[in-house]
């Protein structure tokens, strides 16, 4: 317990976002498939929007807390490509298509099963999704990563922010929610809602969900 206390203390000291972490490789993946029209599922402050947009055309994001929206519309008032909603999934344009939709650390916030069937509706012929989300750990695999994570968790800190921090940054402090689904619940939805979506475990108590939608006819 004292070893726990004394890293928490520690990475508080040096707030880093493992959700941050993952946001080059999401933008890759983006890219990779060629995605002109993105959405970003609970967009926070803005931190992925800004990646996406190096590489995408046009930019959406969505975000259902109020400070967080706010700061992330004013972080992109100037760019006419950049479209920053006060709403959650639930508040997109109903019949608005996606080359890419991309979420990180959100779907555990809502029903697994009927969300990943919106997201692939969601997407235009050809799109692609991009998850890299929260689980619920279970199992010798699940502790074994997790362990590791714990013992990198310092060093990242170390390296992204070696200063001492009095507070973390804004983005770090929006609303979160304990993961309900297992990584193997999660992988039995994506084969029934997303067929062929590759699902990896991932360091720093994340996993990665990548689906392609069927092309149109040509």
């Known amino acids: 317990m004292a070893l726990r206390s004394r890293l928490h203390r520690f990475n508080q000291r040096h707030p880093w976002s493992h959700n941050d972490h993952y946001g080059p490789w999401i933008a890759a993946r983006v890219a990779e498939a060629g995605a002109r029209d993105v959405l970003d599922v609970g967009c926070g402050a803005g931190n992925l929007v800004a990646l996406l947009r190096q590489r995408a055309a046009t930019v959406t994001g969505l975000e259902p807390d109020p400070r967080m929206a706010r700061a992330a519309a004013e972080r992109f008032a100037d760019d006419p490509a950049v479209t920053v909603v006060e709403a959650g999934f639930d508040g997109r344009g109903p019949r608005a298509r996606f080359d890419a939709i991309t979420l990180v650390a959100v779907l555990h916030h809502m029903p697994l099963a009927p969300t990943l069937r919106e997201l692939r509706d969601c997407l235009a012929p050809g799109g692609r999704l991009v998850v890299v989300g929260c689980y619920r750990q279970t199992g010798r695999a699940d502790l074994l990563v997790s362990l590791l994570s714990v013992l990198l968790n310092p060093v990242m800190g170390l390296i992204k922010h070696p200063a001492r921090a009095a507070a973390p940054p804004l983005h770090m402090t929006a ?32 996993y990665s969900l990548v689906y392609d939608a069927p092309a149109g006819p040509a």
């Open 175 to 206: 609303p979160t929610a304990d993961a309900r689904e297992t990584l193997g619940d999660i992988r039995a939805a994506a084969a029934q809602e997303l067929p062929g979506a590759r699902i990896r475990r991932r360091l720093f108590w994340r």
